[in-house]
C-alpha cells in the first residue's frame, strides 16, 4: 500500500510541475499510467525523479519502458547517456544514441513527402 502512494504522490508532483502538459489537467493517478508516468520522468524530470522511479519500478521495468520509448529518440541523447551510464550501468558513449532518427522525426518526414 506504501508503495501506491508513493507512485500517486510521484504521479501528483509531476503533475504539479507540469509534466503531462499535453495531457488534461484533471489527470488523476491510476496504475494504468504508470507506463506514461515512468516515460515522462525519464524524458522531463530531474535527477531525484529518475531516482525515484528506479527506487518504485524497479530497472528491469525502466530498463523497458525506457527502451521502448526513448532510446531512439535522437531528442533525449543527453538523458539517454545519463540512464544508461548512471542507472544501467552499460558502457557506452554518447554517439551510440546519435545513430538515427528518431521515430517521431521519420513520421514527419512520410508525412510531408
Do not use: C
Request: glycine share 8%.
Amino acid at each position: 500500500m506504501k508503495i501506491h502512494y508513493e507512485k500517486q504522490k510521484l504521479f501528483s508532483t509531476t503533475k504539479e510541475k507540469g509534466l503531462f502538459w499535453s495531457y488534461d489537467k484533471k489527470i488523476e493517478y491510476s496504475p494504468a499510467f504508470d507506463p506514461l508516468l515512468v516515460e515522462t520522468i525519464l524524458k522531463y524530470g530531474d535527477f531525484a525523479d529518475l531516482r525515484k522511479i528506479f527506487s518504485l519500478y524497479g530497472k528491469s521495468v525502466v530498463e523497458k519502458i525506457w527502451k521502448e520509448k526513448l532510446i531512439g529518440d535522437t531528442r533525449f541523447v543527453k538523458v539517454n547517456y545519463l540512464v544508461a551510464r548512471v542507472f544501467l550501468g552499460m558502457d557506452v558513449e554518447a554517439g551510440f544514441f546519435k545513430g538515427g532518427m528518431s521515430d517521431r522525426e521519420k513520421k514527419l518526414r512520410m508525412s510531408a513527402s
